[in-house]
């Protein structure tokens, strides 16, 4: 399926709010609103998102649109991998989130893992960054950077966090439900084969 209305979407939107952060001519900064506003629109005829919803999307960014950056762990432990169960969608999910600002991305997924499951680990390697316009076809509407990194077990004990509701290590063949907009299972294969071959480069793009 083409998500080409989406790219166009996306790519409207970021002009508008680059505008909307640097122009100071008021008729067009009106322009600027406009464009946003199509793309808003763009979006809700292709979605069942309501109107209403999708420039909050939107008003809540300012300044030169830039990619969203989430981070993943990977835990390994007997040859599984450390998983969360979502409150959100009721699926799982690598351990992790959006990068907050003041914090690398190691330290972030060391923040993430020990909120959201418990155990304390300490970050590695990284194993992979990749575009997520270019390794997922579930639609969404920001552009976002994915960062794997792998992690080792230190410590601490399976505990749910605020925003899951589950904890457990699964093996390669007997994977979960996965909540697919935060991983999916090509991703997961792709870390397994990391554990298993500690020399392999990291994948990019």
Not at 31 to 37: F, H, I
Not at 67 to 92: C, N, S, T
Not at 173 to 197: G, V, Y
Request: hydrophobic residues 35%; glycine residues 6%.
């Amino acid at each position: 399926m083409s998500y080409q209305w989406l790219d166009w979407a996306k790519r409207i939107q970021a002009l508008s709010q680059s505008g909307l952060a640097f122009s100071k001519d008021k008729y067009d900064i009106e322009r600027y609103k406009e464009l946003r506003k199509i793309s808003a629109e763009i979006i809700a005829e292709h979605t069942n998102l309501p109107m209403k919803k999708i420039p909050e999307l939107f008003m809540n960014e300012t300044g030169y649109q830039t990619p969203k950056v989430d981070v993943r762990g990977a835990v390994f432990k007997e040859d599984k991998i450390l998983m969360v169960k979502e409150k959100h969608d009721d699926k799982w999910s690598l351990p992790g989130g959006f990068c907050d600002v003041g914090l690398s991305p190691s330290e972030n997924i060391v923040k993430e893992i020990k909120e959201e499951s418990g155990y304390r680990v300490d970050a590695k390697k990284l194993v992979a960054l990749l575009d997520m316009e270019k390794h997922s076809q579930i639609p969404q509407p920001y552009h976002y950077y994915k960062i794997f990194i792998q992690c080792e077990l230190v410590g601490g004990h399976a505990k749910s966090g605020i925003e899951t509701k589950g904890v457990k290590f699964f093996s390669e063949n007997k994977l979960p439900k996965l909540s697919t907009k935060r991983n999916t299972e090509a991703q997961i294969q792709m870390l397994f084969e990391f554990m298993r071959n500690p020399q392999k480069v990291c994948v990019f793009d």
